[in-house]
């Protein structure tokens, strides 16, 4: 079974403080994305990479794909309140049409 | 555009009833896929329709089934239901091919309480 743990699972910062959130496995992925959920909503696409050692930077946020296609990172800089949410990360499976969804990351900016 | 509208977004049953959700993807997309999302499992991929054919399913028992129409609206199906199958059921649409690597949008989700 393909397994996708992210960490923390809980973070609660200040506002512009920076942060990171990890995305681990064991198994290759061919590509993996990212993904925001806010309560009463279906999680959003932030970003998806997908060649090893990829670098995307979307604003404030930056991420990144390891150099094996097993992990993940999501940076953020400056953390804003709006920024409050639920992270995910899921690897999508050979190609099958088919995501691995890790736990996720529930994200609080205090203002 | 209307996005991926999912009905009904709150549903109550019992233990033993049958259930069926309905999820209406973004207009000209042809690529619908279910997940169920809990607490403690998370976000958990149930199936994948693409042209009213199955094209993938997850690690789910039989009593969770779907279809999808020829106008790409989808059902899912789950009979016999357990206090277990409490949760939120999403489904996410894509434009053509269904490769994850293809941007999915998803619904806002049923949740389905289970007593």
């Known amino acids: 079974t393909q397994l996708l743990e992210q960490s923390p699972q809980f973070l609660s910062i200040q506002e512009g403080e920076n942060l990171t959130v990890y995305c681990n496995s064991s198994?290759?992925?061919?590509?993996l994305q990212w993904y925001r959920q806010e309560p009463g909503e279906g999680p959003v696409l932030l970003v998806t990479v997908v060649t090893g050692g990829e670098v995307k930077k979307l604003k404030r946020l930056t991420f990144q794909f390891g150099d094996a296609r097993k992990d993940s990172s999501l940076h953020i800089t400056a953390a804003q309140p709006g920024d409050t949410g639920l992270y995910l990360c899921a690897g999508e499976v050979d190609s099958s049409y088919k995501l691995i969804f890790g736990s996720g990351t529930r994200l609080l900016v205090r203002p | 555009k209307a996005g991926v509208t999912q009905t009904p977004r709150y549903l109550i049953k019992t233990r033993g009833q049958q259930v069926t959700l309905s999820c209406s993807p973004i207009?000209?997309?042809?690529?619908v896929s279910w997940y169920q999302q809990t607490p403690g499992q998370g976000l958990q991929f149930l199936f994948e329709?693409?042209?009213?054919?199955?094209?993938n399913k997850g690690n789910f028992p039989g009593r969770f089934s779907g279809r999808q129409f020829s106008n790409s609206r989808s059902e899912m199906n789950v009979s016999t239901l357990e206090l277990g199958d409490s949760a939120l059921y999403l489904c996410?649409?894509?434009?053509?091919?269904?490769?994850?690597?293809?941007?999915?949008?998803f619904g806002p989700g049923t949740r389905l309480l289970v007593l």
């Open positions: 207009s000209g997309h042809r690529s």
């Open positions: 198994s290759v992925f061919s590509s």
């Open positions: 329709y693409f042209s009213e054919t199955q094209r």
């Open positions: 996410a649409s894509s434009p053509t091919s269904g490769q994850v690597t293809e941007t999915q949008y």
